[in-house]
C-alpha cells in the first residue's frame, strides 16, 4: 500500500509551464507546397507525416491560471479532483486510458475504461504556483473512493503532466496495486514511447 502522502511530496517537485489553448491543439498545419519538378526530374516524394496525437478538442479546457471553469468535487490542502468529464477532452482521455492499459497489460494488472476518472491538480509553490496537472484512471468506483477519500491510495493510474526545460509535453505514469506489491513510474513521450521506468522528473533531473 503506498502512501499517498509520499506521492503528493514526489509530485510537488515537479514543473509544469504549458497553457492549454484551443488553438494550439486545433489541427495539422498545412503541409508546405511541393516544389515545381526541375525539366527532365520527378518531383521530391512527399515525407510522411507522423501519427496525430492530439484532437480537434483542447486537452484541457481550463481558464489562464490552469483551473477548470466548474468547482471540484473534493477538495484537500494539496490538491482539488474535479470530475473529467466537460474538462479533459474526450480524444485525450481515450489517449491516456490506451497508454496506460499498455503498461498495465504485461503487469497483470486490471485495466481501466476511463468511465472512471478524474482531474487532479496539485497545488505547488514552484514558478507561477499554478498547479500541476495529473489525470487519475481508475478500475471501478471503489478504487476511486479509496484513492480520493481514503488515505492510501491503493490502484494508481496516474498520468502527470510535465514539460521539460525545452517546452516538450512529456506524461508521467504512476502505477500502483497494493495487492500484488506493484510500484511502477514511466516516463512517456506525447508520441507514447517510453524513455525510462522512472518519472520524468527524475529522468530529466
Not at 502522502?5 to 498545412?30: E, G, K, R, V
Not at 510522411?48 to 484537500?76: I, L, N, Q, V
Not at 497545488?123 to 479509496?146: C, F, Q, W
Not at 496516474?158 to 511502477?184: C, E, P, Q
Amino acid at each position: 500500500m503506498i502512501q499517498r502522502t509520499l506521492y503528493f511530496i514526489c509530485c510537488a517537485t515537479l514543473s509544469l509551464s504549458f497553457a492549454f489553448a484551443p488553438a494550439a491543439w486545433a489541427s495539422d498545419p498545412p503541409p508546405a507546397p511541393a516544389k515545381p519538378a526541375a525539366k527532365g526530374k520527378e518531383a521530391p516524394k512527399a515525407v510522411e507525416r507522423p501519427t496525430r496525437t492530439y484532437g480537434e478538442e483542447p486537452m484541457f479546457y481550463f481558464d489562464a491560471e490552469r483551473r477548470p471553469f466548474t468547482e471540484p468535487f473534493h477538495k484537500s490542502d494539496l490538491e482539488d479532483y474535479y470530475l473529467c468529464r466537460g474538462i479533459l477532452g474526450q480524444w485525450y482521455r481515450d489517449l491516456l486510458v490506451a497508454e496506460v492499459n499498455g503498461l498495465l497489460e504485461p503487469l497483470g494488472l486490471d485495466k481501466v475504461d476511463g468511465t472512471t476518472c478524474a482531474v487532479r491538480l496539485i497545488k505547488t509553490k514552484l514558478g507561477k504556483k499554478r498547479p500541476i496537472v495529473a489525470v487519475d484512471l481508475y478500475p471501478n468506483s471503489e478504487a476511486m473512493r479509496s484513492c480520493v477519500l481514503g488515505e492510501k491510495c491503493s490502484h494508481m493510474r496516474s498520468a502527470v503532466m510535465y514539460v521539460s526545460k525545452d517546452k516538450t509535453l512529456y506524461r508521467s505514469y504512476i502505477i500502483t496495486d497494493g495487492l500484488k506489491h506493484v510500484n511502477k513510474s514511466y516516463c512517456m513521450t506525447n508520441k507514447g514511447e517510453v524513455l525510462a521506468e522512472q518519472s520524468c522528473w527524475r529522468y530529466f533531473n
